[in-house]
T-cell receptor, first 115, second 110 residues
């Protein structure tokens, strides 16, 4: 199994530019999560999907952030326009939704730097 | 969003010693408490987990102690090894959402 695949691994962009992060969850997993990790705030849940449907986006910082999951094998997180304070590592994670638990499998993250 | 408080932020332990990381939560609806381990440049990975109907769970050198009445749980690493040096996150789950603590950077000195 290839695990959760994220791209790009590293992104450096200038303030105001659009950033798109991509995620391919583990095949067969029906829940997908986007997290952001910073030194100051730790791991923050941004949004999660069940069966490709957004369930809770209360963690999305503001309207500059949007996420989509057009099918079971692909999701994007977009930031437009990007700002320096968006610099962080963005993780995608997936799991089987079985009852109220289930191991969450993380990708290796996308490190974003906004200059 | 911070509903899980973790301490200490960093911890240095000698090889062979016991590493202890503590977490406290507020929401009594949480029903699943995992610990994740993260190495530099990698995503977090599940280490061990417990449900609130059990007071302790042990897997090898790793033990979770859970105190439901105090709403606290802790990770104990026995016979700590340099390879255990990593960042550890406690977490709590409710309504399918996993909320993480701030993390503890553990360093095991040889």
């Amino acid at each position: 199994d290839a695990g959760v695949i994220q791209s790009p691994r590293h992104e450096v962009t200038e303030m105001g530019q659009e950033v798109t992060l991509r995620c391919k969850p583990i095949s067969g997993h029906n829940s997908l999560f986007w997290y952001r990790q910073t030194m100051m705030r730790g791991l923050e849940l941004l949004i999660y999907f069940n069966n490709n449907v957004p369930i809770d986006d209360s963690g999305m910082p503001e309207d500059r952030f949007s996420a989509k999951m057009p099918n079971a094998s692909f999701s994007t997180l977009k930031i437009q326009p990007s700002e320096p304070r968006d610099s962080a590592v963005y993780f995608c994670a997936s799991r089987m939704t079985s009852g109220s638990s289930g191991e969450l499998f993380f990708g290796e993250g996308s490190r974003l730097t906004v200059l | 969003q911070q509903q899980v408080k973790q301490s200490p932020q960093s911890l240095i332990v000698q090889k062979g010693g016991i590493s202890i990381i503590n977490c406290a939560y507020e929401n009594t609806a949480f029903d699943y408490f995992p610990w994740y381990q993260q190495f530099p440049g990698k995503g977090p990975a599940l280490l061990i987990a417990i449900r609130p109907d059990v007071s302790e769970k042990k897997e090898g050198r790793f033990t979770i102690s859970f105190n439901k009445s105090a709403k606290q749980f802790s990770l104990h690493i026995m016979d700590s090894q340099p390879g255990d040096s990593a960042t550890y996150f406690c977490a709590a789950q409710g309504a399918q959402k996993l909320v993480f603590g701030q993390g503890t950077r553990l360093t095991i000195n040889p």
